[in-house]
Nanobody, 116 residues
Framework: VQLQASGGGLVQAGGSLRLSCAAS????????MGWYRQAPGKQRELVAR???????IYADSVKGRFTISRDNAKNTMYLEMNGLKPDDTAVYYC???????????WGQGTQVTVSS
């Protein structure tokens, strides 16, 4: 499975961005996909995750502001981010969990910077 993330950038507080993650390869073996982020000096954390049945979970810090979705026809996952805050500044990584062991595959990361 190969993952290609895009859509990051610089935005002012209160603004919006949409991240995309295009998947290729053994798509049918993907169980669930998600977005993680890592800010400087901090551990990588889960932002949102979605299953093949479109069940989604969110970190408390982004609930009500971020929306994760999948377009199976395009093999693409999205993260719609609204009401962005400076604390959302991080490198965002897309993730796919594959097979019975839920093996992790990672995209290359895309930088999101929110200015105050």
């Amino acid at each position: 499975v190969q993952l290609q993330a895009s859509g990051g950038g610089l935005v002012q507080a209160g603004g919006s961005l949409r991240l995309s993650c295009a998947a290729s390869g053994s798509i049918r073996s993907i169980n669930r996909m998600g977005w993680y982020r890592q800010a400087p000096g901090k551990q990588r954390e889960l932002v949102a995750r979605i299953t093949t049945g479109d069940y989604a979970i969110y970190a408390d810090s982004v609930k009500g502001r971020f929306t994760i979705s999948r377009d199976n026809a395009k093999n693409t996952m999205y993260l719609e981010m609204n009401g962005l805050k400076p604390d959302d500044t991080a490198v965002y990584y897309c993730n796919a969990q594959v097979g019975f062991a839920y093996y992790d595959y990672w995209g290359q990361g895309t930088q999101v910077t929110v200015s105050s």
